[in-house]
């Protein structure tokens, strides 16, 4: 197998916006094949590895179903049970895994450790979460976005709480696709500059007052006040964030058909209200449904290309 051709997709800024025309509509025609009950298994033979580091819902469950409705296997390895959490070196995982199978997902800890196992592997690798970024999540919420509403280029999409995984990536997504992102997060916890690159700056815009931000929103999204790894910090961003829960006042201020999005597990009443999240504007099912789809078309690009059937 030649090295050149492997592609990871390890951040957003990996694809460009060719790239991702082609694997939403790939996710379109692969979420029409499921629902129509149409057997279709183009990795067939193929093995998944996806390792995990932190814990999952969504992200285990999507890509083992994903994998296993395209023909192919999926292999769950833990830190617990396997030698990583032995003390391993990432790059020596990286180099036997990736003689056994064929693509690899990690979710992990530091982006650092994620590219270090990339850069040893002979397969294609995908971030399944860091502490850094979060792209298979913003794929389905854009995804999402493309079916309630048509294209995302020239919106307006506010974030509101946490400068995390989430939203360095919906920064990164906002650049190469078109949309602007209008950002709160509480004092004390601004963006990390070292994760925002100069080029995406005229993609965003901060600004201290979260009801500000939401107005003329087509999109208001959040997540956790604490992601995982941080647990420590819980009390003390609990306080820090109070302010910055995403309620009915808040959805007010954003268009009449804006749309609200959480990449899930929840927490009504800190970061999201009950009557927001489980009310009319709020797509936060589909947008977990649609991890299966694009995380297909995301397998199928890695490994197989561009396919016109
Ligand atoms: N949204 C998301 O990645 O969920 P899990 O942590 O359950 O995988
Ligand atoms: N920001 C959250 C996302 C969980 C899916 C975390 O990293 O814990």
Same mark, same amino acid.
Not at 250 to 277: K, Q, S, W, Y
């Given at each position: ?23 939403? *509509?790939? !996710?379109? =025609? &692969?979420?029409? @094949? ?10 067939? #033979?193929?093995? $998944? ?122 920064? *990164?997504? !906002?650049? =190469? &696709?078109?949309? @602007? ?10 963006? #990390?500059?070292? $994760? ?114």
């Amino acid at each position: 197998m030649s090295d050149k051709k492997i592609r990871h997709y390890l951040q957003f800024n990996d694809f460009s916006l060719e790239d991702y025309e082609y694997v939403l *509509e790939r !996710a379109r =025609i &692969l979420k029409r @094949k499921f629902k129509n009950y149409e057997t279709y298994h183009p990795l067939h #033979d193929r093995t $998944l590895a996806m390792i995990f580091e932190k814990h999952s819902t969504r992200t285990r469950l999507s890509f083992e179903a994903g994998m296993f409705q395209l023909g192919g296997h999926a292999v769950y390895l833990s830190t617990r049970d396997t030698q990583l959490g032995r003390g391993e070196p990432i790059e020596d995982a990286a180099q036997v895994m990736s003689r056994m199978v064929d693509i690899i997902m990690i979710r992990t800890f530091g982006q650092d450790i994620l590219r270090r196992f990339a850069e040893n592997s002979r397969v294609p690798v995908i971030n399944g979460l860091t502490n850094e970024y979060h792209p298979c999540q913003v794929l389905a919420d854009i995804f999402t976005f493309y079916e309630h509403r048509g294209p995302i280029a020239g919106k307006t999409v506010t974030w509101v709480g946490d400068a995390n995984n989430m939203l360095y990536t919906w920064i *990164e997504a !906002a650049k =190469i &696709l078109g949309f @602007k992102l209008r950002i709160s997060t509480p004092p004390g916890y601004p963006l #990390d500059q070292a $994760l925002v690159a100069p080029e995406s700056a005229p993609a965003f815009e901060v600004l201290d007052d979260p009801h500000e931000a939401c107005r003329g929103a087509d999109l208001v999204t959040t997540d956790v006040w604490t992601s995982m790894g941080f647990e420590a910090e819980n009390e003390v961003r609990k306080a820090a964030f109070a302010d910055w829960c995403i309620d009915a006042e808040m959805m007010g201020r954003a268009n009449p058909d804006a749309l609200f999005m959480h990449c899930l597990p929840a927490h009504r009443g800190e970061e999201v209200t009950a009557d927001v999240i489980d009310g009319p504007q709020s797509v936060v099912w589909d947008e977990a449904e649609n991890r299966l789809h694009v995380q297909k078309a995301l397998m199928e690009f890695l490994l197989l290309g561009k396919l016109n059937h």
